[in-house]
């Protein structure tokens, strides 16, 4: 079966821009989690979303937002982008009833 | 607050030796943990998983270690390969019960395998 797909997978963005970054989950998977990885904070959970609804969140500002729409792919929004947003942003395809996460390759951020 | 991280972040192994990647977490309530391994230019990939009711799991060449008294756990790959050359890490539900899909990591430990 096909593997999560994220899309773009490299993106340059100057500071003040907005972002956003898309995930389709493997077929038959309705949770997404999305994470940002960088060198100083390593892997950084920021929400999951389940059936269009977010049902888990992480500490970042309200910059960081997402969506799931009704085929459970899941787009996630940076507004007012600073450098440190730049990132490795990986999105997770959730296993259902199980703790399995299938991870994408991840979009790399670069905010110049 | 609860965190898990890594004892070294760096690890380098003759090819065919055994090699040992060490975590510790601070949460004693913790139930779940998952070994992840990434590979340069890819996302993490689930290797292993253990539960406290467990101390111990073996999967294909690897074994996962729990010792709940000191809060530390193990992943140990036996006959080490060049391509086990990656950064593994420990992961954890980040609420104690709560959601297993929302992880906390922790920083990584880099396996370089010499040939």
């Known amino acids: 079966k096909a593997g999560v797909t994220q899309t773009p997978r490299y993106l340059i963005k100057t500071r003040g821009q907005q972002v956003t970054l898309s995930c389709s989950p493997i077929s038959g998977h309705r949770s997404v989690s999305w994470y940002q990885q960088t060198p100083g904070q390593g892997l950084q959970f920021l929400f999951e979303y389940f059936s269009e609804t977010q049902r888990n969140k992480g500490n970042f500002p309200g910059r960081f937002s997402g969506r799931q729409f009704s085929n459970s792919r899941s787009e996630m929004n940076v507004s007012t982008l600073e450098l440190g947003d730049s990132a490795l942003y990986l999105c997770?395809?959730?296993?259902?009833?199980?703790?399995?996460?299938?991870f994408g390759p991840g979009t790399r951020l670069t905010v110049t | 607050g609860e965190s898990v991280g890594l004892h070294l972040p760096t690890l380098s192994v003759q090819e065919g030796d055994n090699s040992i990647i060490n975590c510790a977490y601070s949460n004693s309530a913790s139930d779940y943990f998952i070994w992840y391994k990434q590979e340069s230019g890819k996302g993490p990939q689930f290797i292993i998983d253990?539960?406290?009711?467990?101390d111990k799991r073996q999967g294909q060449r690897v074994t996962v270690l729990l010792n709940k008294t000191v809060k530390h756990l193990s992943l140990q790959i036996a006959a080490t390969q060049p391509g086990d050359s990656a950064v593994y890490f420990c992961a954890g539900p980040l609420n104690s019960g709560g959601s297993n899909y929302k992880l906390t990591f922790g920083k990584g430990t880099l396996l370089t395998v010499n040939p």
């Open positions: 997770a395809s959730n296993s259902p009833g199980g703790a399995e996460q299938y």
């Open positions: 253990i539960r406290s009711n467990m």
